[in-house]
Each structure stands twice: as structure tokens, then as C-alpha cells.
């Protein structure tokens, strides 16, 4: 396996996980602005900042993994 093709399978997980990340975020957007006025804002707060920082800390091991591969750190067979 090539570099080049390392890099466009390491693209390909990369773009699945952000199109994942931002259907997450939108989705916390829209549980907040439903269940927000309900007086249920501190429990949608609290679940929008941990599923935000899951995402930012997600972003963090996939670009993580995308430079040990393509530096040959790891293998992936």
C-alpha cells in the first residue's frame, strides 16, 4: 500500500467521522432549542457540553491516528 493511498483511506475515515460530528452537534442544537424553555435547561446543557467535547476530543484522535499512519508509527494491515 502506497502513501497515496494510505492517505485517501485515512481521508475517507476522516470525512465519515466529521459528517458524523456535525449531525451530532446539529442534533444537540435542536434538543436544546426543544427541551430548553421546558425548564429542563440545565439537563440539555449538561448533555450538549459533554457531547460537544466528545467530538472535539474524537477530532483529536483521528487526526492522532491519520499522522501515526502516515508516518509509519503504526501498521495497519
Known amino acids: 500500500?502506497?502513501?497515496k493511498e494510505l492517505i485517501y483511506k485515512a481521508s475517507y475515515v476522516f470525512a465519515n467521522n466529521g459528517i458524523r460530528q456535525i449531525t451530532a452537534v446539529l442534533v444537540s442544537i435542536f434538543i436544546a432549542n426543544l427541551y430548553g424553555p421546558q425548564g429542563?435547561?440545565?439537563y440539555v446543557l449538561f448533555t450538549t457540553v459533554i457531547g460537544i467535547?466528545?467530538?472535539i476530543l474524537s477530532l483529536g484522535i483521528v487526526n492522532s491516528l491519520v499522522y501515526?499512519?502516515?508516518h509509519r508509527l503504526i501498521s495497519v494491515k
Open 1 to 3: 500500500m502506497n502513501i
Open 40 to 42: 429542563r435547561g440545565e
Open 53 to 55: 467535547t466528545s467530538i
Open 68 to 70: 501515526q499512519i502516515k
